[in-house]
């Protein structure tokens, strides 16, 4: 997901990275808890981040 030149993604490391989109430097990460499978989707801040897609469940960071 790109947004405010931003690139957010989750991963498998129970990580949500935001990197800088126009050289890919990291602004920040955060741990989760637990694997992010699904999507984040970004609504004016805060972002969202489905982490269990299977269940519908997803927290707010």
């Not at 989760?32 to 981040?49: A, Y």
Request: glycine share 8%.
């Amino acid at each position: 997901m790109v947004a405010e030149e931003r690139i957010h993604f989750g991963a498998t490391d129970h990580m949500l990275y935001t990197l800088k989109a126009d050289d890919g430097h990291l602004r920040w990460k955060l741990e989760t808890g637990s694997e992010i499978t699904g999507s984040s989707v970004v609504q004016r801040r805060p972002v969202r981040v489905a982490v269990d897609a299977e269940k519908g469940t997803a927290r707010t960071f």
